[in-house]
Structure formats: C-alpha cells, structure tokens
Antibody
Framework: QVQLVQSGAEVKKPGASVKVSCKVSGYSFTELSMHWVRQAPGKGLEWMGGFDPENGETIYAQKFQGRLTMTEDTSTDTAYMEVSSLRSDDTAVYYC?????????????????WGQGTLVTVSS | SYELTQPPSVSVSPGQTASITCSGDKVGDTYASWYQQKPGQSPVLVIFEDTKRPSGIPERFSGSNSGNAATLTISGTQAMDEADYYCQAWDSSTGLYVFGTGTKVTVL
C-alpha cells in the first residue's frame, strides 16, 4: 500500500521560501511520478506541477514558472516542492499526489494516492 | 489555458440521484477523473478513466465522458456522500493537468 507522508505545517513571511517534503513508503519510489496540488482556504484544487514522462523532466503550471522547484531524493524516497518569493495568496494546503498503477514512464491520467497535506501560511 | 467548469452546488435528497457535470472543450477526447473531498481531508479518487471505480468505492458512483462534458452520477445518494467533488483531466495540447472548479454536494 502506497503511503505519502508530508512534512509539518509552516509559517513564512512574504518574500521567503518554503520547502515541503513528501516521503514515500510501501512502493518503489523510482516507479512513481510525483505531482503537487495546492488548495487555498475555501478554494478548489490547483495542479502545480509534476513529472512529465514525455521528456523525463518536471513540468510546471505556467503561473508557478520561475518560483516553483520540484526535486527528488531517491536515497531517502522523498520528493520535495519548494516555492520561493512567497506571497500572502500562496497560503494554502499543499498536497503531493501520485498514480501507483501507471509507472513512472507512462502518462498518469489520475492520482490515486495523496499525502495528508501541509498547511503553508504566509503572513507578515 | 484549459478550463473545466462545474456547478458550484448540487442538492439531493437521500436515496435520490445526484449528477455533476464537468464542462470543458473536447473533454471527451481525454480521460476524466473525479475526486471526493470532505472537510479537512485529502481528496479521494472515486472515478478514473471516465468510468472506472477504484477498489473500495461503492457502486453507486458512476461516470461518463463524451463531447464537451464529463458527468459524475451518485445513485441512491447517502448522507456520507455529502462532500466537495472535483473533476480532473489532462490537457494534451499543453501537457498540463487541470482540476474543475468544484461542486459542493448537499444531502438534504
């Protein structure tokens, strides 16, 4: 059974950066393509970016280009998502999500495993 | 950018059928998925690849996808189905993933 366990809540000041981790257990980390989704308070789900099997790189939603970096550490089976130049409207719950059925190098069309979410609060 | 539009809210009586549409340009040309999210919880996949149910999801959840609309149907709705529901698809023209605007289902 795939388990995604995320790091704890963060409080950051505007202009700072935040790095959220997502540790995988119960499945081979290198067989998964990790994606990140966020949800502002009272708002809907917003896909941020994830592994693109077409070129083996990370693809980001346009609105996060230049501020968002997703990385992986295969030695610890952990994925990371870092947002820089934080603004108040970045206050949200951030989720890691993956599809364990498809494999890393095929197109995932859905996300069947989600982390528990990490609340990031941006406030002066 | 590609958009998926859902009605903000749907109300249904217990035991009746609730239908949620997800409108998007040629969404029928790609796979649609649906997620259920209850307050304070992570989303749960209830329908994938238009019509398939993951293990453990009740048979009362079904899906369809054609043309410019995907639909999630909950038959014999129960109080426990009260939640927010989101559709999701992959936009082949950009390689990006998109979530619908979300629908709050209220069981009256």
């Amino acid at each position: 059974q795939v388990q995604l366990v995320q790091s704890g809540a963060e409080v950051k000041k505007p202009g700072a950066s935040v790095k959220v981790s997502c540790k995988v257990s119960g499945y081979s980390f290198t067989e998964l393509s990790m994606h990140w989704v966020r949800q502002a308070p009272g708002k809907g789900l917003e896909w941020m970016g994830g592994f693109d099997p077409e070129n083996g790189e990370t693809i980001y939603a346009q609105k996060f280009q230049g501020r968002l970096t997703m990385t992986e550490d295969t030695s610890t089976d952990t994925a990371y998502m870092e947002v820089s130049s934080l603004r108040s409207d970045d206050t949200a719950v951030y989720y890691c999500a993956t599809d364990a059925d498809t494999g890393r190098y095929a197109r995932p069309y859905y996300f069947d495993y989600w982390g528990q979410g990490t609340l990031v609060t941006v406030s002066s | 950018s590609y958009e998926l539009t859902q009605p903000p809210s749907v109300s249904v009586s217990p035991g009746q059928t609730a239908s949620i549409t997800c409108s998007g340009d040629k969404v029928g040309d790609t796979y649609a998925s649906w997620y259920q999210q209850k307050p304070g919880q992570s989303p749960v996949l209830v329908i994938f690849e238009d019509t398939k149910r993951p293990s453990g999801i009740p048979e009362r959840f079904s899906g369809s996808n054609s043309g410019n609309a995907a639909t999630l149907t909950i038959s014999g709705t129960q109080a426990m189905d009260e939640a927010d529901y989101y559709c999701q698809a992959w936009d082949s023209s950009t390689g990006l993933y998109v979530f619908g605007t979300g629908t709050k289902v209220t069981v009256l």
